[in-house]
Structures are given as structure tokens and as C-alpha cells.
């Protein structure tokens, strides 16, 4: 079959809604992925998607609009839910599935009774769709199993000859799949991780639960609540396994690898300069919107260098982190390895959020802690030659006679912030050293509690960031009234520190302790994720 291809214009979009008036399949830019795309209403039109994808025929597909008006057709009823989640989040990457209305054949439903809606943002699927003039069924625009399509290069790769046009969009902004939410139990499901975060969504629906899917593979004999996830997926050509352990630990592991070939890593980008074997990363390590912009395109790059094993290093799970996890591990078909050291977690938040209460309900439950300011004030922890730098730096009569006097250092470094930054290089090294000597002489897990955790590098050491939140009010009281602070001072204090969302931003679980007490079942929670057996 000759596979055109369109430009992203209106004369494309008019060519491509012509092909799809006559029952034809076109793949379209979206803002997750490429979609293959058909007239989701009829019926011969939506099996030519299954020939070209090889897609098992149960595995219903996502039906694309507009407008919200368009919806109710498509639907036996929309609760007011829907209409809260559509309102909020559309046009955008989140689909949501109610009970069919008889308009839907069973061919793009996968012989269910439901039916899977979205409304897309990109401008050039909006122009398709509304030049076909009728809603689009269109799944990612793969070969079924392989990693989805976030260009136009990969996505003609797969499609060519196979389909009658590939339109070139460019490269797709979000670069995972849509959240997909069921409706139609008791209780609002999430299937599928995307876009559109847990986070954002508990916000809008109050309760939501998780789909075992998600997180794990199924169980054999387990029912699948979205046909799509009992299905191997996003798989790349190379055997992936996850590797569970710190960017330290991570490199030290690659790195100890033999040299035989073949082996690459499936990093982040900072971790990239220092394995010494050949490396596909895929974004910043908290950087996880650029994760899930960069990831297929990285397990395509494998392919592209004949990579035969990927190790890949694990990504956190929050926010957008969690769709990047989910695409990951069942790349790797669940294959985890675990490294043997300490599970050292960076615990992290601004002044007055409840640290302490919480590292304390770690501790209750055997973890060990390292408390990075009681480390700094013991007297071993900087040796002459730092001692001596600091002198030079901040005037010798910080350390008469070579004894620092960690008081007027203080007053000195914290007057502004290029001195305080000072201090952290002249001091850092040191403390890095007292902290690794600590941590080796550590088992079961370790919580590092350390203020300036990420300026000092400490967070290459940990696996997981847990930040500690409260809002600012509640925190000012904490402050005030636990160091005997002015309201003023306590500002002073915060604004010398990093925001909240700086911590947030960073953290695989943040918690919010804006309550007296945690619980003990959610200590207890808490406790098993960091641990990585939650
Ligand atoms: O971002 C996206 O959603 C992309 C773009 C092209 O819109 N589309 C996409 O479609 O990812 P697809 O077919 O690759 O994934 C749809 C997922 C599958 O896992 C499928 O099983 C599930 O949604 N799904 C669709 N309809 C469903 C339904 N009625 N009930 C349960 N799961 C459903
Ligand atoms: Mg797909």
C-alpha cells in the first residue's frame, strides 16, 4: 500500500479528514503519542487499524472528540463526574470510560459495553477530527507491542506501507500515552498513568483507587480491567531489567559489569558521563515531564545501537513519574534487581514541617538515621586542611590556634548568600566523607536527614527523596514557637531557604504533615514503599 505523507497544515488535515470520510486509516500527531486513527463509527474502517497494528481484536480502542458535546452520543449517560473531569482536564491527555451507547460498534469497544472517550489538545489531531467530521478511534500508532511513537520518524518506521498517510507533526509534547480512568464502578479507577497525574485527579474526584495493574503484572488467571495492560508492551528489541538502587549504586554497578557487548544503560542524564558503557538517557533525574517526553524515544534509541540488554535505572513515582514507571516496568516485563546496599532515603522539606515526627515513626520501626546537623557539630567532622580553607576564606580568627570556632563561622557565612554558598563548598567534601563513614557502618535502611541534601550532592546516595510538607502558616507557628522566633525572624528564616515546591519537585513520596500526628497505619505505609516494597 503507498503511505502518504501530509504536512500539519490545513490542506493536510483536509486530505487526511478525506481519507477518513472514505473509511481509511491515517496516523495523526496527538499530544501524548502518534495515533492511529479511523472512523471510530465505522466498523470496517476500525479493523483495518487492528491489520495494520497487528493488535489483538479484544483490546478495545480510545475514541477521540472535540467538544465535550459530542460525548453523549458515544455514551449511555454522562454522571456529573465525567462532566467534572472533562471540564477540568480537556481538551488534554486524559481518557475516561463509561458505558457505551448503541452508536458504538463492538469493534472499537473490543466486544465491551464500554467505551474509552478522549479530547485532545494537539491543534493538528483537533483539525483531523473535525475534518473527518465523525469522532476518531485511534490507539498509539505502533506495531502492537512495540515502545509507542513520539515522532514522526518512528511512527512512519512502523506504519509505512501498512497505512494510507503518516502526518508529520514533529515531536509530541507530554510523550506518554493519556491517563485512562474507568467510571463505571463504584468507586473512579485509574487504569492507565499519563499525563494527567494521580495527584491532579484525587484533587478533582476525592476518592480514586489504583488499578493492581498499574504498579504490578498481573497475577496468571487475573482479569485485566483494561485489556491493554495483559499485554506485553512498550517493548524495545533489547531485554531491559530495572536496576533499584542510587545513582551511586547504579554507577558503581554498571560500571563493575564485564566489558562483553551489547550491555546498555537506560539512564538519566546526569548519570550518562559516568557509566562506561554505552548509554541512552532519558531525562533529568527529577526532571520527570522531560522523563515522559524522552523515554520511548530512548528505548527506540536501544534499538537504533543493537542493544541486546538495557539496564535501566529506576524512575520515581511521583506525579507524571508514575505513567514513566509503569511504560518502564512492563518494558522490562517486571524484571527488578534490587542492589544489595542500605536503602539510604534523603529526607527532605522546609523548616518547621514535621521532619523530626516523622523520621522519629521511621526510626520506631528500624530505620537507622543519619542526622547531618549533629554530624557537622561533631568536632572530627572538618579536618585541618578544610579548617584551614575556611580561615582563609572567612578570616583566621574563626579558628584560633586551629580550633574552629563554629559561632562566629556561623555569623560570618550566613550573612549572605555567596558566603553561606562558600561555606557549602569549602565544607561539603568533608561532610559527604562523615556521612558515607557513617552509612557504612549502617545495615537495614537509612533515613539522611540533611538540609542542604541536594546542594551537597547527597541525594546521588539516596534511592528514594521523601519531602515532609505543611502549610506555611502551620509551619511559622512550628518555627516560632519551637525557637522562640518573631513572626519576622521565622520569615527571614524561610526566605533564606529553598520553596516547598523545590522539595516537592524532587521527592519520589511527599507527605503532608500539617496534622499533630501521623498514623500508625500510614507510617506503617510508608515505611514498606520506602523500603520498595510497597
Ligand atoms: O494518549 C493516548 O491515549 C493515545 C493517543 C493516540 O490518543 N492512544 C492510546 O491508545 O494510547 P491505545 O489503544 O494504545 O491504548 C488504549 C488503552 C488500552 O490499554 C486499552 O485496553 C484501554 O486503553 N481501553 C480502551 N478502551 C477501554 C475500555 N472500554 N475499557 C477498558 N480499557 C480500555
Ligand atoms: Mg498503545
Known amino acids: 500500500m503507498m503511505t502518504e505523507i501530509l504536512n500539519c497544515s490545513p490542506k493536510g488535515a483536509a486530505r487526511a479528514g478525506e481519507l477518513l470520510r472514505a473509511g481509511g486509516v491515517v496516523a495523526i500527531p496527538t499530544e501524548t503519542v502518534y495515533g492511529l486513527a479511523a472512523d471510530a463509527l465505522n466498523p470496517a474502517a476500525v479493523k ?12 478495545p480502542l480510545i475514541v477521540h472528540i472535540t467538544e465535550i458535546e459530542q460525548w453523549g452520543p458515544l455514551v449511555s449517560s454522562l454522571p456529573a463526574e465525567a462532566l467534572r473531569l472533562a471540564e477540568r482536564f480537556w481538551p488534554g491527555p486524559l481518557t475516561i470510560i463509561l458505558p457505551k451507547s448503541r452508536l458504538v460498534p463492538y469493534e472499537t469497544s473490543g466486544g465491551l459495553e464500554t467505551v474509552a472517550v478522549r479530547c485532545p489538545s494537539h491543534p493538528a489531531a483537533r483539525a483531523v477530527i473535525e475534518a473527518a467530521g465523525a469522532p476518531l478511534a485511534a490507539p498509539s500508532a505502533n506495531v502492537s507491542g512495540r515502545p509507542s511513537p513520539t515522532t514522526f520518524a518512528h511512527t512512519y518506521g512502523d506504519l509505512k506501507g501498512r497505512v494510507d498517510a503518516v502526518m508529520d507533526g514533529g515531536d509530541c509534547p507530554v510523550g506518554v500515552e493519556s491517563t485512562v480512568i474507568t467510571l463505571c464502578g463504584d468507586v473512579p479507577r485509574l487504569l492507565r498513568p499519563g499525563g494527567v497525574t494521580e495527584e491532579e485527579l484525587r484533587a478533582a474526584l476525592g476518592e480514586l483507587e489504583i488499578d493492581p495493574a498499574v504498579l504490578g503484572e498481573l497475577r496468571p488467571g487475573e482479569r485485566a480491567a483494561s485489556p491493554g495492560m495483559k499485554y506485553k508492551h512498550y517493548a524495545p528489541r ?4 530495572v536496576i533499584d538502587g542510587s545513582p551511586e549504586e547504579y554507577i558503581e554497578y554498571v560500571n563493575s559489569l564485564p566489558e562483553t557487548g551489547g550491555i546498555y544503560a ?14 541512552a538517557a532519558y531525562g533529568p533525574r527529577f526532571d520527570r515531564q522531560a522523563q515522559a517526553r524522552e ?6 534509541r536501544l534499538d537504533e545501537l543493537g542493544a541486546e540488554r538495557a539496564l535501566a535505572q529506576m524512575p520515581g513515582r511521583a506525579g507524571v513519574g508514575l505513567a514513566v514507571y509503569n511504560r518502564l516496568m512492563r518494558a522490562a516485563g517486571f524484571r527488578v534487581r534490587s542492589l544489595p546496599g542500605p536503602v539510604i532515603v534523603g529526607l527532605v522539606g522546609p523548616s518547621g514541617a514535621g521532619k523530626s515526627t516523622v523520621a522519629a515513626g521511621l526510626v520506631k520501626r528500624g530505620f537507622g538515621l543519619i542526622d547531618c546537623d549533629a554530624l557537622t557539630r561533631r568536632p572530627d567532622v572538618y ?8 580561615a582563609r576564606a572567612f578570616g583566621g580568627d574563626i579558628a584560633p590556634g586551629g580550633v574552629l570556632d563554629r559561632r562566629e563561622l556561623g555569623r560570618r ?8 554558598k562558600l561555606l557549602g563548598r569549602l565544607t561539603f567534601p568533608a561532610i559527604t566523607r562523615a556521612v558515607r563513614r557513617e552509612a557504612a557502618g549502617m545495615r537495614g535502611p537509612v533515613l539522611l536527614d540533611a538540609p542542604t541534601l541536594f546542594e551537597a550532592g547527597l541525594d546521588g546516595m539516596c534511592r528514594r527523596i521523601l519531602a515532609v510538607t505543611a502549610p506555611e502558616d502551620v509551619r511559622l507557628g512550628r518555627v516560632m514557637a519551637r525557637d522562640g522566633l518573631s513572626e ?3 520569615r527571614a528564616r524561610f526566605r533564606a531557604q529553598q520553596q516547598e515546591s523545590f522539595y516537592v519537585q524532587r521527592a519520589d513520596i511527599s507527605l503532608d504533615n500539617s496534622g499533630v500526628f501521623l498514623t500508625k497505619a500510614g507510617l506503617d505505609r510508608l515505611y514498606s514503599e520506602l523500603k520498595g516494597e510497597g
Do not use: M
Open 238 to 241: 533489547a531485554q531491559i531489567e
Open 48 to 59: 483495518r487499524i487492528f491489520e495494520a497494528k497487528g493488535r489483538p481484536g479484544d483490546n
Open 266 to 279: 537506560l539512564c538519566f542524564d546526569e548519570t550518562r558521563e559516568h557509566v562506561k558503557i554505552p548509554a
Open 383 to 390: 579536618d585541618s586542611g578544610c579548617i584551614e580553607s575556611l
Open 413 to 420: 557565612a550566613f550573612r549572605d548568600k555567596e558566603s553561606a
Open 295 to 300: 523515554l520511548f524515544g530512548a528505548l527506540h
Open 488 to 490: 519576622a525572624a521565622a
